[in-house]
């Protein structure tokens, strides 16, 4: 379904001109460093194509052949590779390798006997077998030829006063794209469901954060374990060249640097497509990522304009069976693990997102932003606020539920309670995330509790959230009796208050009268002694033990009241 998918993708981007999805044979690569060539062979200058982005050097991307797939031998790429093979430098000690590596270099161009005349291939054949071409860069550009040695980086060639790249000439584009489909079917592609050559190594995945730099695996069989029915490698999951191309370079447009149909969930770099374009999916980066420092706003806009768009139709409008894909990948040595994958049509996808945003809405102050990313809610719950202390399924688990509109995982719930007991802070978005997660728990696990509102509800007779309301209310008459006072009691009593209520309510009551009794303000006083009286007359007994959900509900509690302190109080006739 992964594959069928991202091939169909491939498909409707290849079929449009405008397209940056790379032909049948090419793939679009970081080129540091183009060699200038005269026709003659001569070289006239070394380009550095590298720029600063974000305090790095990022160089331009060129469509260039399609990598080979490298191995612990010699393998030499065509047209472009490293330093090592394409100047013949020993980096390693080993000149006999780096004589080896070469030399499959100039084979692989050589070998193209059919545009041996062109003008590009001409200057290109007569500056590798010039044996006098490597010292040329020595003596002419010292500087650069250091650099070179130093850096290994990836290395190409042009015409001089030429745009294109000695390999996007059109003979030569020809030639390739007529070698990439060449061969004789030899099984049936379990893609495209039909007779190709079977592909025996796919092509590397790049830009999954955490693996390799050089790229992983997806689909790979390197060991014997792995083979079945006496089939090697790619026989056992037969796909065809054409399929595994189309699903590898459609995914490595998906993680590239600058992609809009891509976010990072944890540990997991989550992309998203649709069979059919429609507007989700451009608008989800804005929806579920973090919004750019010049524009802070952006994802307030985007769910603004994703509740209209469900209002008016527009996502409603698609044709039903135009799915959409959402696909988290995370890092696992050299192959690349499926964290989840969800499938929907862009309504279901669209009417669930909007959901999962209803349930996170929660009173808050003016200066809380009313859109919050799914990276902000976890780092909220980790450590330190630190993505790297995400545990590692949870956000893949998040996701999937915020697609299918079912049951957060219940490891959000414990980690979001244990970081507010470690840091006794019930910030806005903790407590829209455990609004968030309880609400879901009561909605699929029908109980008598009710579910938690948007505001401070005085109707919730749970025991948590009448709890959490009282200790927020104790706190206040602390706060406005000692108003210099660094440390309140939630600061010493929030862990016991909110698990083990009856081992510190009572004693907090009685420091309560203490505190009352200091206000100036009898009106205040007398205010704070009403409330109290009418949060305890939903209060029996305080209870020896909470659950974990009734935890949930404390700081929920706690949260609202100490919000309503904040609001303006409203005169009704």
């Known amino acids: ?24 044979g090419f793939e679009w690569k970081e080129i540091p460093f183009i060699l200038e060539l005269a026709a003659d062979g001569k070289l006239v200058q070394i380009i550095d194509t590298r720029e600063f982005q974000a305090k790095k050097l990022i160089a331009k991307r060129f469509l260039v052949p399609q990598a ?31 004589i080896s590596q070469r030399a499959a270099f100039v084979e692989r ?20 077998n010039d044996p006098e071409s490597v010292n040329s860069i020595e003596a002419k550009f010292p500087t650069q030829y250091r650099e070179l040695f130093e850096i290994n980086p990836v290395i190409s060639f042009r015409l001089v006063g030429e745009v294109n790249l000695v390999c996007q000439r059109a003979d030569v ?77 459609a995914l490595n447009h998906l993680l590239r640097r600058d992609s809009r149909q891509r976010i990072q969930v944890g540990d997991a770099s989550t992309v998203f497509w649709s069979r059919d374009q429609c507007p989700l999916e451009t608008d989800l980066l804005a929806l579920f990522g973090e919004s750019p420092k010049d524009d802070p706003d952006q994802g307030s806009h985007a769910v603004a304009n994703l509740y209209s768009s469900i209002k008016n139709g527009v996502y409603a409008a698609d044709d039903r069976d135009n799915r959409f894909y959402v696909l988290g990948l995370a890092p696992n040595a050299a192959r690349i693990s499926v964290r989840f994958f969800h499938s929907g049509t862009v309504k279901e996808i669209a009417h669930n997102i909007k959901t999962h945003f209803d349930d996170l809405e929660i009173e808050r102050a003016s200066f809380d932003l009313p859109h919050l990313s799914i990276f902000r809610l976890l780092t909220s719950i980790a450590a330190q606020g630190k993505a790297d202390n995400i545990p590692p399924n949870l956000s893949g688990d998040f996701a999937r539920a915020i697609l299918a509109a079912s049951p957060y995982p219940a490891t959000l719930l ?26 879901r728990q009561t909605r ?53 208050a909110s698990s083990t209520p009856v081992a510190v309510f009572s004693n907090l009551m009685k420091l309560k009268n203490h505190h009352i009794a200091k206000l100036e303000n009898r009106g205040e006083a007398v205010n704070l002694e009403r409330l109290i009286g009418e949060i305890m007359d939903g209060i029996t007994d305080f209870p020896t033990h909470l659950p974990l959900a009734d935890q949930g509900r404390f700081a929920v509690g706690y949260y609202h009241q100490r919000q309503s302190f904040y609001n303006k109080s409203t005169t009704t006739e």
């Not at 379904?1 to 049948?24: C, F, H, N, T, W």
């Not at 039909?194 to 695996?217: F, M, T």
């Not at 696990?445 to 959490?468: C, F, H, I, M, W």
Request: aromatic share 8%.
């Open 1 to 24: 379904m992964i594959l069928q998918g991202l091939v169909e993708y491939y498909d409707r981007k290849a079929a449009d001109p405008d397209s940056a999805l790379a032909p049948g």
């Open 68 to 98: 080979v797939k490298k191995k612990s031998g010699v393998a030499a790429n065509l047209f472009w590779d490293t330093a090592e093979y394409v100047l013949g430098f020993d980096l390693k000690g080993k000149p006999e390798r780096a």
């Open 109 to 128: 161009i050589a070998s193209l006997e059919s545009i041996q005349q062109d003008v590009g291939m001409r200057a290109l054949l007569a500056f590798l």
């Open 173 to 249: 584009m020809a030639t390739l794209r007529d070698d990439s489909s060449a061969g004789e079917a030899n099984g049936f592609c379990l893609v495209r469901g039909k007779e190709d050559v079977i592909e025996r190594l796919h092509s590397s995945i790049k830009g999954v954060w955490g693996a390799q730099s050089s790229g992983a695996n997806i689909v790979s069989f390197n060991l014997d374990a792995f083979n079945s029915f006496g089939k090697a490698q790619g026989a056992n999951a037969p796909v065809g060249k054409q399929a595994a191309f189309a699903y590898s370079t």
């Open 414 to 439: 414990q980690a979001a309670v244990r970081r507010i007991r470690a840091e006794h802070d019930i910030n806005y978005q903790r407590a829209a995330l455990l609004k968030a997660v309880i609400n």
């Open 444 to 496: 699929f696990q029908p109980s008598n509790d009710k579910e938690l509102t948007v505001s401070l509800d005085l109707t919730n007779n749970n025991a948590g959230y009448r709890l959490g309301r009282l200790f927020a209310v104790l706190e206040r008459a602390q706060e406005r009796a000692n108003p210099s006072l660094n440390a309140t009691i939630r600061d010493r009593f929030y862990g016991a």
